[in-house]
């Protein structure tokens, strides 16, 4: 990738790294940003020592052509551990709103209002359909993954019973499983 990114003179992404980039460019909420600021850190983990190869050692003095560690090792170092200090916090902050979530799941079992979630790939229609079945204005756009966090409304039935109505967030081919982690209270929703 580097060797590419030389070569051809712009960035080179690979399917993680693209998806991404995507989701940090639609990311709305808080939470949907504290995910992917999270799934970035853990995919940026085991890359450092890619990143910083070329500082990685440094020759040394001696005649047998041998290697100490070079400054490369101490930034690598300091940055895994900023990096990990970094998943632990984000962690901790995905954890609380995790918990809020669960106690709304609850007060809405408890309600007994039916729920029905709307589920399918990405771009496929689900938030429209969510503002056709409940008259609602949620954020409708022809991209993919334009909802990253799920959405409740309420709609009534023809025989006048209340439902509530969960928009999602899409579903692509070979999700690479990091991002599946990442987005797991997301997906649960």
């Known amino acids: 990738q580097r060797n590419l990114e030389r070569r051809l003179g712009v960035a080179v992404l690979d399917r993680t790294e693209l998806i991404l980039e995507i989701f940090a460019s639609r990311a709305?909420?808080?939470e949907a940003g504290l995910q992917v600021e999270l799934a970035q850190a853990k995919y940026l983990l085991p890359r450092l020592k890619r990143m910083w190869g070329h500082l990685s050692r440094q020759k040394s003095g001696g005649?047998?052509?041998?290697f100490v560690k070079g400054e490369g090792e101490?930034?690598?170092e300091l940055d895994r551990r900023m990096v990990q200090e970094k998943i632990h916090k984000l962690?901790?902050?995905i954890r609380e709103i995790e918990k809020q979530r669960e106690g709304r799941r609850k007060a809405k079992v408890r309600s007994g209002i039916p729920t029905f979630a709307l589920i399918g790939y990405t771009n496929s229609?689900?938030?429209s359909l969510l503002n056709v079945l409940t008259a609602?204005?949620?954020y409708t756009e022809d991209k993919l993954f334009a909802t990253l966090d799920p959405k409740t409304?309420?709609?009534v039935l023809p025989g006048g019973r209340r439902v509530l109505v969960t928009d999602t967030v899409g579903f692509i081919r070979k999700l690479p499983h990091t991002l599946v982690a990442a987005f797991k209270s997301t997906l649960e929703a």
């Open 74 to 76: 101490k930034q690598i």
């Open 63 to 66: 005649g047998a052509g041998g």
């Open 28 to 30: 709305l909420s808080l």
């Open 153 to 155: 409304r309420t709609s």
């Open 91 to 93: 962690s901790a902050q």
């Open 136 to 138: 609602a204005d949620t």
């Open 125 to 127: 229609g689900k938030s």
